[in-house]
């Protein structure tokens, strides 16, 4: 069975740090690409950082880019997510999720965790 | 402002058929680039319910099918349910901005 569980999440200041974990198992993680997807209070589904299978290739968001770094640690089946700078805006369930597909134009994300809070406030 | 539009809200009889849209543009959906779907209830994960267009993950009703036409999507539910009412996103990929996008969801009232 295919479980994502993220960790990590919590208040934290504006300014501030803070590393999200995704803990994965019942599947081949090192043959997967993955990604962070969030969702703010009240809002939708926003996209942040996407990451190949071998770590090699990452990709952000613009909102996101310059002030998070995606890697994973394939030999501990994790993810995650350095977040550093954080504004207000950033608060948000964050969300680990399995990308499939056969190019990466056309992935999507079949297996997601439940989310981690991250609440931006002073 | 999300590059893929979705309506705000939708809603339906249980028995009944609807609808939700997708629109896109030349560099999303008009590209080429597939559309998923992806249904949302209120503290819970997001669940894959249409891949690539049109293909539907297992497990999932026949009731939920999926198209694409030129720069817009749609995803149809007939036979709606109780069980169905819940937030609605369409998701697909954007050369503009070289990254994976949502569109703004869709929340579907059944009446």
């Known amino acids: 069975e295919v479980q994502l569980l993220e960790s990590g999440g919590g208040l934290v200041q504006p300014g501030g740090s803070l590393r999200l974990s995704c803990a994965v198992s019942?599947?081949?993680?090192?043959?997967?690409?993955m990604t962070w997807v969030r969702q703010a209070p009240g809002k939708g589904l926003e996209w942040v950082s996407g990451?190949?299978?071998?770590?090699?290739?990452?990709y952000y968001a613009d909102s996101v880019k310059g002030r998070f770094t995606i890697s994973r640690d394939n030999s501990k089946n994790t993810l995650y997510l350095q977040m550093n700078s954080l504004r207000a805006e950033d608060t948000a369930v964050y969300y680990c999720?399995?990308?499939?597909?056969?190019?990466?134009?056309?992935?999507?994300?079949?297996?997601w965790g439940q989310g981690t809070l991250v609440t931006v406030s002073s | 402002q999300s590059v893929l539009t979705q309506p705000p809200s939708v809603s339906g009889a249980p028995g009944q058929r609807v609808t939700l849209s997708c629109t896109g543009s030349?560099?999303?959906?008009?590209?080429?680039?597939?559309v998923h779907w992806y249904q949302k209830l209120p503290g819970t994960a997001p669940k894959l319910l249409i891949y690539?267009?049109?293909n539907r993950p297992s497990g999932v009703p026949d009731r939920f099918s999926g198209s694409k036409s030129g720069t817009s999507a749609s995803l149809a539910i007939t036979g709606l349910q109780a069980e169905d009412e819940a937030d609605y996103y369409c998701?697909?990929?954007?050369?503009?901005?070289?990254?994976?996008?949502f569109g703004g969801g869709t929340k579907l009232t059944v009446l």
């Open positions: 999720a399995r990308y499939r597909g056969l190019y990466s134009r056309g992935w999507f994300m079949d297996y």
């Open positions: 019942g599947f081949t993680f090192g043959t997967y690409a």
């Open positions: 990451i190949s299978g071998s770590g090699g290739s990452t």
């Open positions: 030349s560099s999303n959906i008009g590209a080429t680039y597939d």
């Open positions: 690539g267009n049109t």
């Open positions: 998701q697909s990929y954007d050369s503009s901005l070289s990254g994976w996008v």
